[in-house]
């Protein structure tokens, strides 16, 4: 039986094989790391910032200057898109580094991993939007956190009394995925 289906199995140059296709999905993928840090007695208390605009997050986390000054008014995740090649774990570490000035080596737990086809909120005409996620969790001291670059700020912030709407980049959608947050309406 030879079947219709386009399997999510890239390949390039073309290996010549219908099982593979070349193209991107219509609506684009991403492919991120999320780094959870939270209270060692609290798991819902966790480090999230607004970012600093000004920060050279194209560099960082992926963001052109205009959405980096959209998604500073919220708190978001330290997260980044993978690097082209990079495995989402050297992906998590990055972060630990160059966004929160943390070591390398501190202990994360393996990821969760969650993936959603929707539309972006903010491009409604992208859809199917694909995106893949590894959230890396870890436990984080008050005293651990210093001035970063990155960041106007970093707070543990419990996400109990957080709202949606005081999120950046869909990030509540990732605290949901990893039940942080209860499912949205």
């Not at 840090?37 to 966790?46: N, Q, T, V």
């Not at 995106?131 to 960041?151: C, K, N, Q, R």
């Not at 005081?166 to 942080?180: P, T, Y």
Request: aromatic residues 8%.
């Amino acid at each position: 039986m030879t079947t219709d289906r386009a399997f999510c199995r890239f390949a390039y140059p073309p290996s010549g094989t219908s099982l593979s296709i070349t193209e991107m999905p219509k609506g684009g993928m991403c492919l991120s790391a999320f780094v959870i840090l939270h209270d060692p007695s609290d798991a819902h208390r966790i480090l999230l910032g607004h970012l600093d605009p000004q920060a050279p997050w194209d560099h960082i986390g992926a963001l052109d200057a205009r959405r980096a000054e959209i998604h500073s008014k919220g708190w978001m995740i330290p997260s980044s898109h993978l690097i082209f090649g990079e495995a989402p774990e050297a992906a998590a570490r990055r972060i630990l580094v160059e966004q929160l000035g943390l070591r390398r080596d501190r202990t994360l737990e393996p990821p969760q991993i969650f993936s959603e086809v929707a539309t972006p909120r903010r491009f409604p005409d992208l859809a199917h939007h694909w995106d893949i996620g590894f959230v890396y969790t870890g436990p984080l001291s008050e005293p651990e956190l210093g001035p970063t670059p990155a960041w106007k700020d970093l707070a543990l912030v419990d996400t109990r009394t957080l709202k949606r709407e005081e999120m950046a980049r869909s990030h509540d959608d990732v605290l949901e995925a990893v039940g942080l947050i209860r499912p949205s309406a």
